[in-house]
């Protein structure tokens, strides 16, 4: 536990207790198969009661503003690997008890491997249009140099002009995957073919 506490305190600005708590609660979350706080809180610290630990984690999480850009940075750094990147954007389904939230994710590719850099939870009903993939494009862009990249991957559900438009504004080059049937506009008069024609 020591030695979390080291790399989180040598780049996070924390008090010394949050970091040693954070600590703890990443030890716990890496042996249990389950987020569950009552689980997390019984396995912090033995010494401790449970249902103390379980306020702690509790108000930490409710009552402490954590900058994201500084966590997004610190989670580039422990990578195992260095630029350039292949960064990828997906759309995630986490559960805060039963209720669903959607999670618009963008993060670096490691074998095979997604790692979270920058999100955003997105609205009931989880749908993601342009203006939540730029904004978290532009939290990504906030702690990864944008000449670090060689690629943004994306699935066929991310495809709006909007959304490719600021990722050319941004010389971020990309591959997004198109349907098959999707047709490209090959003249100004209208014609087009299908996708399937160009592969």
């Not at 203006?131 to 991957?153: D, G, N, T």
């Not at 971020?172 to 399937?196: C, H, N, Y």
């Amino acid at each position: 536990m020591q030695s979390i506490t080291n790399v989180l305190s040598d780049h996070l600005g924390w008090h010394r207790a949050r970091l040693k708590l954070m600590a703890r609660f990443q030890l716990a979350l890496e042996k249990l198969p389950a987020t569950n706080l009552r689980k997390i809180a019984a396995s912090l610290k033995a010494s401790v009661e449970h249902e103390s630990n379980y306020r702690r984690i509790q108000r930490f999480l409710s009552g402490y503003d954590v900058d994201f850009t500084d966590l997004g940075r610190l989670l580039v750094r422990l990578l195992p690997q260095e630029g350039p990147y292949v960064a990828v954007l997906d759309r995630t389904e986490w559960h805060f008890g039963s209720a669903p939230a959607g999670v618009l994710m963008m993060g670096i590719a490691h074998e095979g491997v997604g790692f979270p850099v920058a999100w955003k939870v997105l609205p009931s009903g989880g749908e993601s249009g342009a203006k939540s993939h730029i904004e978290v494009l532009e939290r990504f862009l906030a702690i990864v140099e944008p000449a670090s990249i060689e690629a943004v991957l994306a699935d066929r559900e991310f495809i709006s002009v909007d959304w490719m438009r600021h990722l050319k504004e941004k010389n971020t080059p990309f591959a997004i995957r198109l349907r098959s049937d999707r047709r490209v506009e090959l003249s100004p008069q209208g014609s087009s073919l299908p996708v399937r024609m160009f592969a």
